[in-house]
């Protein structure tokens, strides 16, 4: 029997190709034991968005970014459509109390006319809030070529309670005391309403104050939702350098302001100074914070607005200053709570992606309890 | 003929094998280096990997398709 031929060596291109594999095998080890380490951590998000955050994280922000573009350009909602015959429900009806009224902003004119039944249209988040409810909640639809799009807007009264910033299971990455990223056990009896913070430290150009103690160096001219230490909320323009003044318990930075002295920021279109994220002009869910002339905070979220109609919103609610918080569907939430001890949740808008329970289970952001004060019932 | 004069094809493919090996850890060295975190790393690893071993799947089964054919 003949011997079997020689078996000839692998072609050049051949190979190339197994270089360029083996190449691509021992690329894919360290990615790999990062990824799978993220992946065990603790999370209350799936896998999906698990993995895009850890995308992110590692030097992929940029591409991340670039495929949202591109995902949000491609599925932008069309002008027009069918006009809306009822609005979401937020809120309980106010109850008579003979009690002496308290201050309420004013309604917020509608722009779409005839107006629906409610719109703009402030009620109490709570169900016993007597005649100064803490939180008030409405909606209204924000944008007449667009007559679908229902924005929800949430007023909370800075006398009646308190601000605190929560850190979360892995934003800010580096923190002390990051405490148990939900709402505490021991405050929920006057928690009244939470919502989520700003974009992750690594995205938003920006700094961070806790406790006192710089967390990330703070960047002037940037907006920043400031708590002194004698309890005053603000949002600013900051102007005092990298570690702030003494008199800071919490700032929070994001973006340059989007409303300053009551008028929209003039670069509100697009640049590097909004991030490193999904560009200006690209719709998706969006969420802000303002203040109003009396020192009031206003929030407010919908889906498919860009970040000029975002400011659009806040103003037309009043905020005379205003930052951009989180962006997309995975991280925009406004809770409210009807009862106290965190009872019946409820998101401000029905088409929020995350259940009404987020911030009472351990979260991966940082987000904002609002407490009403003590001494000051429901 | 002397053993030194003339490898034995299992030898030279042995020899090739850890030549290609040195080569790609090379080049992944290179790429861990230059690239912005193992987020990029492994976004671009993963489908170039996935693709070629799709692509010695199909060659290897065509192979095989051919081998039958020729039997047949």
Known sequence: MAPPPPRRGLSAWRRARRVVLLAAAICLIPAAISFLSAVREPHNVGLGVTSVEWMRAHGGNGIVSQIENWYYTLTAPAKGGAPLKALPQVGVASAETGAKPAYRPPRIKPLIHPALPGEGVWKPAAAHAGGRPPVLLTTFRSDPEYPQFVAGVAWIDSARTHLAYVPGLAEPPEIEHRGPAEVPSRLRDRVAATFNGGFPLETSNAGLIYRGQVVEAMVNGIATLVEYRDGRIDIVRWEHGEAGSGHVWFAKQNLPPIIYAGKLNPNLSDGPEWGETVNNAVRVWRSGLGIDRRGNLIYAAANYQTVGSLAEILRRAGAVRALELDINEDWTTFISYRHPGAGEPSNLLPEMFRPDTRYLTPDERDFFSVYVRPGQGW | ?72
């Not at chain 2, 040195?22 to 996935?50: D, E």
Request: no cysteine; aromatic share 2%.
């Open chain 2, 1 to 72: 003929m002397s053993g030194s004069s003339r490898q034995l094809p299992a030898a030279a493919r042995r020899r090739a094998l850890a030549i290609d090996l040195l080569a790609a850890a090379a080049i992944a060295a290179v790429a861990i280096a230059l690239a912005a975190g193992v987020g990029v790393l492994g976004f671009v690893a993963l489908p170039v990997l996935l693709v070629g071993l799709v692509w010695l799947g199909l060659e290897a089964l065509a192979r095989r398709l051919r081998a039958r054919r020729q039997l047949n």
